[in-house]
């Protein structure tokens, strides 16, 4: 019987088939993965006071411990370790500036059982030790606290207390500048691929770093929309719940480029003044306006600090 040898263009398109399946099944694979220790950062980020063993870990992400150690810095660029110690001392920093603890509390909470080598570790993460630190941020928050007198600027604070919400979302890591805007762009692309009306959503920010602790390409940011009727984990798109409970809210007008302003006042002038103690979780924006206002000007956003 005589042999028929395929010819190269009767092959290509059985080879495009299946170079296509190839690298669909291994972009199913990467996103897979990148779900999974996405779960793990946020249990590690909701979780930094306790005991987070390897073994542990591993098991949230179902990955084998030997295996997920080396996952982990792969696709987040720092070993486990190393986002552990970076993130309780970046923490620190953010408690010794608000000056409601004291600093052998901080260091406990941190992980260090002594005053010293918990300042040894601050010292070689930020440069300074804690009590100087400490020192510094009085310095900063008196500056500020007569800017916003000098200035007459005054927000008003509104206790309230919220509901968890259910969010997906798309993290950036970066200059917020930069990344709050990816986020979001990217978050709107991938609810438009599945068919949601993006203009009748909710919105929100978590801003997770403060840039003058954080370096920049480690800076957090989560893009997030309330899940609703139809939404589902596709893509980029993680889940994770923003917890409720006591809130202070304010109330930023304006463009986003001045966000920092408003932080300033929060942190410099009303915190100092309230008597009240923030909690350990980070800030989270309500985004007021719609997805189409383009006048800057008429942006809304609440921005929420949780309370101790």
Not at 155 to 183: K, Q, W
Not at 192 to 212: F, K, S, V
Not at 264 to 291: F, M, T
Request: proline share 3%.
């Amino acid at each position: 019987m005589e042999q028929h040898h395929l010819s190269l263009t009767e092959i290509m398109p059985f080879y495009i088939r299946t170079k296509g399946l190839i690298m669909s099944d291994l972009d199913n694979m990467h996103y897979d993965y990148i779900q999974r220790v996405r779960k793990v950062m946020l249990y590690i980020e909701s979780h930094l006071d306790e005991q987070l063993e390897l073994q542990k870990l591993a098991k949230i992400a179902a990955f084998s411990p030997f295996h997920f150690y080396r996952i982990f810095r792969s696709l987040v660029g720092e070993s486990l370790s190393e986002y552990l110690r970076r993130l309780r001392l970046d923490r620190a920093a953010l408690q010794l500036r608000a000056g409601q603890k004291n600093i052998i509390t901080i260091a406990l909470e941190a992980g260090y059982e002594t005053h010293s080598s918990f300042s040894k570790a601050f010292k070689k993460h930020l440069g300074k030790t804690p009590s100087s630190y400490r020192h510094e941020g009085k310095e900063q928050n008196l500056l500020i606290n007569l800017k916003t007198l000098n200035q007459g600027i005054k927000m008003d604070a509104e206790i309230i207390e919220t509901e968890n919400i259910n969010v997906l979302f798309i993290r950036r890591t970066g200059n917020y500048c930069a990344s709050a805007p990816d986020a979001t762009k990217t978050l709107w692309s991938q609810l438009g691929n599945q068919g949601i009306d993006i203009q009748a959503q909710q919105y929100y920010g978590i801003a997770h770093d403060d840039p003058d602790i954080t370096k920049e390409e480690q800076v957090r940011y989560d893009a997030c929309v309330a899940k609703a009727v139809g939404m589902k984990i596709s893509g980029e798109l993680s889940e994770q719940n923003i917890p409720g409970g006591k809130h202070v809210r304010f109330v930023h007008k304006g463009t986003l480029t001045k966000l920092s302003e408003t932080y300033d006042y929060i942190y410099g002038h009303w915190l100092p003044n309230s008597g009240k103690q923030l909690a350990d979780r980070p800030c989270v924006l309500e985004y007021i306006h719609k997805p189409d206002c383009l006048d800057e000007d008429k942006w809304v956003t609440n921005v929420y600090l949780p309370l101790a």
